[in-house]
């Protein structure tokens, strides 16, 4: 029997959750237990193949009609870091200039014109979506959804996320997005832990708050 052992790393209680999974232990470590938001980051770098892992590995989850509306900016020139870091407040800002790789995730407004591309079978059904509004909505719902998968698929390529909303997001949208319709919505570190990276685990809610069956 496994168990989740109790530590500033982990959960905090036994459990014989690893008997349940369909995964091994070490990747359930890896992705759910023992994976954290790192603060701090080595500085070894972050190679274009990872990246491109990252994203073929994200691309998977599903989403409402299968729509995608997250797009991925990977911020790599000084001048742009610096810019992106200039938006942001507190302790975020040196996070950004320190991390080995920067994504600024957006939704794209206009994710329905992609239709016949991601829904080839029922292009039509983008005529579902032409107010604004409702566009709107959906996209910055399933970016969001998106984004959970964007930060387990960097744990899966064994890096750690630190993903930060704590920014100007019509500054950065200045930046990066002012020749398109996305819309910024969070910045995420990515690489190796570096010193000290893990502030201690703060409680998750039991099954019987969280959970019911009716």
């Known amino acids: 029997m496994y ?13 014989s959750i690893y008997e349940a999974l369909s995964i091994d232990p070490a990747a359930a470590d890896q992705l759910f237990f023992e994976a954290r938001s790192a603060n701090s980051f080595s500085e070894e ?6 990246l491109d892992a990252i994203y073929d590995a994200m691309k998977m989850g599903p989403t409402l009609m299968n729509n995608q509306p997250l797009r991925i900016t990977w911020v790599k020139s000084d001048e742009a870091r610096k810019s992106i870091a200039g938006t942001m407040s507190g302790p ?21 014109e992609e239709f016949p591309n991601f829904f080839p079978h029922a292009p039509e ?9 409702v566009r ?12 959970g998968y964007f930060i387990m698929a960097v744990r899966a390529v064994g890096l750690a996320a630190g993903p930060m909303g704590g920014f100007d997001k019509a500054a950065v949208d200045q930046i990066i997005n002012a020749d398109n319709n996305h819309k ?8 190796k832990p570096g010193e000290n990276p893990w502030f201690d685990r703060l409680p998750r809610h039991a099954s019987e708050l969280a959970t019911r069956s009716i």
């Open 136 to 147: 709107t909505a959906v996209g910055n719902n399933n970016a969001w959804l998106q984004a």
């Open 184 to 191: 910024s919505f969070l910045v995420v570190n990515v690489g």
């Open 125 to 133: 059904r983008k005529a579902m979506f032409e107010n604004s509004d």
């Open 45 to 50: 770098p972050v190679s274009d193949e990872a």
């Open 3 to 15: 168990t989740v052992k109790a530590s500033p790393m982990t959960i905090q209680a036994d459990s």
């Open 92 to 112: 975020n800002a040196q996070k950004a200039l320190s991390a080995p790789a920067l994504a600024v995730l957006s939704f794209d407004t206009e994710w329905h």
